[in-house]
């Protein structure tokens, strides 16, 4: 039997992405998402964290701010580091493989059309980090 590790979430994301450029010149870019659980008797949220890669790292950074709607999905990937004090710190993330803009102009300051489409003219195979 195969593994699988997949995790797909719908949320808003709590504060303007965070981008950076990595390791050989690759564009990262990290964000959370508010991702609401709703039942009869309470509500809850849960915190996401993300990180995405590449051309997909550089789309979250031009049109993404806090308060978008977005779905995402990817594979979790927990890291180990060490705070100041050298306590052992685990950071859970998603990286991302797939990641779609929800809502309207009022949630992104966009419109659908203002947002550049994959083309075979425009983007080359290996832009893609999925």
Not at 28 to 43: E, Y
Not at 62 to 78: D, F, H, N, P, Q
Not at 108 to 128: I, Y
Request: charged residues 25%; negative net charge.
């Amino acid at each position: 039997m195969r593994n699988l590790n997949r995790c797909e979430f719908i949320g808003n994301i709590g504060r303007d992405p965070e981008f950076a450029i990595g390791k050989n010149e690759t564009p990262i870019c990290r964000f959370s998402i508010a991702v609401n659980d709703d039942n009869k008797n309470s509500q809850h949220t849960e915190w996401v964290r993300a990180v995405a890669f590449g051309r997909l790292a550089e789309i979250v950074n031009e049109y993404l701010s806090k308060g978008s709607k977005v779905y995402i999905a990817g594979r979790m990937k927990t890291q180990k580091w060490q705070d100041n004090q050298g306590i052992d710190r685990y950071t859970t993330e998603i990286m991302l493989s797939d990641l779609e803009m929800l809502g309207g102009k009022a949630d992104t300051g966009l419109s659908p059309r203002s947002v550049p489409q994959p083309t075979s003219d425009n983007f080359a195979d290996e832009d893609l980090p999925f």
